[in-house]
């Protein structure tokens, strides 16, 4: 699935509900978790000591921070055409709530899922979208996180 035909500012309220379907994959490599780790100052060992983690984790490998887990969910969304192609402006507001089933291995392969949750008008075009967006790992029963996300669109 994805955004429909018809989709714009003028009707994007009647689409709560609305399942935008599955991003491309994403391969959640250890460079793009090193680079995370470099970015954020969290080089905690389970995200970027491969041999340690092997050792030692649980999860016999390093996992993806759980923080560039859901930092992948904006772009995806974008890609799933999630917000009307006439918004004048999308801003991130924040998120509610977030939880992270389970890990996402380094070396495994995500998809965002995302659905429209609810729209609430704000006044003078602009409107407050809740997602729902689940970071699904290929080959895995549950997602990697869950997350509850607030854009502001502007009309």
Request: glycine share 8%.
């Amino acid at each position: 699935m994805s955004a429909p035909a018809n989709y714009s500012v003028e009707n994007f309220v009647d689409f709560v509900g609305h399942d935008f379907g599955v991003s491309a994959p994403i391969i959640l490599d250890q460079s793009r978790v090193n680079m995370f780790a470099k970015c954020t100052g969290d080089h905690q060992w389970i995200h970027v000591d491969e041999k340690r983690a092997e050792r030692e984790s649980p999860f016999g490998t390093t996992i993806a921070h759980g923080y560039l887990v859901i930092s992948l969910i904006a772009a995806k969304q974008l890609e799933l055409g999630v917000y009307p192609p006439d918004a004048a402006q999308v801003m991130n507001y924040g998120l509610g709530s977030v939880r992270f089933p389970a890990p996402a291995k380094v070396g495994s392969t995500a998809r965002i899922a995302c659905r429209i949750s609810a729209i609430e008008p704000k006044g003078e075009g602009r409107f407050a979208v809740t997602t729902i967006n689940e970071v699904r790992i290929d080959g895995q029963d549950k997602p990697a996180a869950v997350a509850e996300q607030i854009a502001y669109v502007m009309a």
